[in-house]
């Protein structure tokens, strides 16, 4: 059943929803499906400007026309950064009311991402959102429903699984992929992410178990920077650079790298249509607002292979897999001789799209897009549940849901601070 999201501003609904009821589609859709004219050049607008939303400006492949910020101080350097020509806004439902915007770059916290991408599949936008995709389980399905009900092209800002050279390997992941689907390691097979294998959790990521309340700043709208999230007095240590240390909005360590860890290990071991359905976790009780650390996530999926998150790095040297063939260490080194001219001999994977424009243009899924990347970040999110109980679950990759744990299921589908909802 499609969902949709509510609209609380009586403005926008007056003015700019009746306009997009009929203009606010992509120029390129006026021509048909699929249709678009070479010189039409495309165009995009950034929500969320304070940090990875400034990186967002120099992406290319789009004209650059607007950008958005709940922080006057955030826009105003943007503004700068983004030169003349491009117009700020505070509101993202402005934004989306624009019919000359093709894309929407959405780098706002992750508490934002499931509203604004739904929204803007809505508006007839394609989006390219930050990871992690979403803060919930449940809120990644209903991007995935919207997405696929208006026909739009997503794709998440994490990219080692198509390019640049994976944590660690001295290459990229191409050559991993093609050992494992080869069967050169046996199946099933074990990975561990960990810092001796490349990956840093980034545990300074945790919040503060006390935070006095402040005075909001002149410069940010605080209820706007809230919206979906619960109610918490207002203190900078929740906003802006810090606040991933905080439940509310992401999950520390896990919700900031997660994706980019755990994206191409999915992809190495072909799971990107399933989930882990036994997960637990060793971690000191959690607190229910700040974000802490934990020492080790165990996730297994139904045919017997795992994923290690070793937060403590108790092992000086692990593989980073190993099969019952053979095992690959950080710096592509093996017990397998030869195994790297080995792969280089393999048939390559099937291609992927990897260039987000392209992908516009031609109406093509992008290598991460809302599915593959939904199941990646599921891997997060369960893990961070895990993390938060302390105690052993199991999962249903098809309904996504807990089974017999009501508890780690409010997880799944946690509800948002009204006029917010799904």
Known sequence: MSRRVSLSRRDFLKGAAAAAAFSVVPRRVLGGPGWTPPSD??????IGVGGMGLEHIRYGGARLLAVCDVDRAHLRTALEAAGPGVAGYRD???????????????????????????LAAEAGKDVWCEKPMTRTIGEGRRVVEAVGRCGRIFRVNTWFRFQSVFYGFGTTVRPVKKIVQAGLLGWPLKARVCGATGFDW???????????????????????????????????????????????YDGGGLGDMGMHYLDPVQHILDKDGT???EIEADAPQQHPDACGRWRRVRLVYADGCEILLDGEDAEPDPPFLEGPAGRLHRGFRSNITNLKELAAALSDPEPMVTDFS?????????????????????????????????????????????????????????????????
């Open 41 to 46: 050049e495309l165009t995009k607008a950034i």
């Open 92 to 118: 993202f439902r402005e934004v989306l009311a624009r019919p000359d915007i093709d894309i929407v770059h959405i780098a706002t916290p992750p508490h934002w991402h499931a509203l604004m991408s739904i």
């Open 202 to 248: 980034k545990f300074y990521w945790s919040g503060r178990t006390y935070l006095p309340p402040q005075p909001v700043p002149d410069e940010l709208d605080y209820d706007m920077w809230l919206g979906p999230a619960a109610f918490k007095p207002y203190h900078p240590h929740r906003v802006h650079g810090t606040f991933r240390g905080y439940w509310d």
């Open 275 to 277: 989930s882990p359905v």
């Open 358 to 422: 392209e992908a516009v243009r031609r109406r093509l899924r992008f290598a991460l897009n809302e599915d593959n990347g939904h199941r990646s970040c599921t891997l997060v999110n369960l893990a961070k549940i895990a993390v938060r109980l302390g105690r052993p679950l199991r999962f249903d990759p098809a309904a996504q849901r807990f089974i017999g744990d009501e508890e780690a299921n409010r997880l799944v589908d946690e509800p948002m601070r009204a006029p917010w909802h799904l």
